[in-house]
Nanobody, 125 residues
Framework: QVQLVESGGGLVQAGGSLRLSCAAS????????MGWFRQAPGKQREFVAA????????TYAESVKARFTISRDNAKNTGVLQMNSLKPEDTAVYYC??????????????????WGQGTQVTVSS
């Protein structure tokens, strides 16, 4: 099984940038597709971005397209979510997740079996 640990969250002003990292251990990272999700207070967890095992295929939620970039470095067992032009509505706990041989949509929470503990992102106006 893979273990995931997020880092890089913090407080930033609107228009600023943050870079979230997801460190994987315990298994071969390149076996897993990876996703980023977020959960704001009082709201359901939602999809942000996903990247397949090789890094050759990725998708984004409409709300973050052109602002966020997902990437991965399998040699370093690390996934990254680069967040630019941040808005107050991006404030949430961000989670990285991994899935192995799943046929579900890459934006489906249920298709991910492995989750990190989350990192807080707060964007002030």
């Amino acid at each position: 099984q893979v273990q995931l640990v997020e880092s890089g969250g913090g407080l930033v002003q609107a228009g600023g940038s943050l870079r979230l990292s997801c460190a994987a251990s315990g298994s071969i990272f390149s076996y897993y597709d990876m996703g980023w999700f977020r959960q704001a207070p009082g709201k359901q967890r939602e999809f942000v971005a996903a990247i397949n095992w090789s890094g050759g295929d990725y998708t984004y939620a409409e709300s973050v397209k052109a602002r966020f970039t997902i990437s991965r470095d399998n040699a370093k067992n690390t996934g990254v979510l680069q967040m630019n032009s941040l808005k107050p509505e991006d404030t949430a706990v961000y989670y990285c997740a991994a899935r192995y041989l799943s046929n579900g949509g890459s934006d489906s929470i249920a298709s991910y079996a492995y989750w990190g503990q989350g990192t807080q992102v707060t964007v002030s106006s």
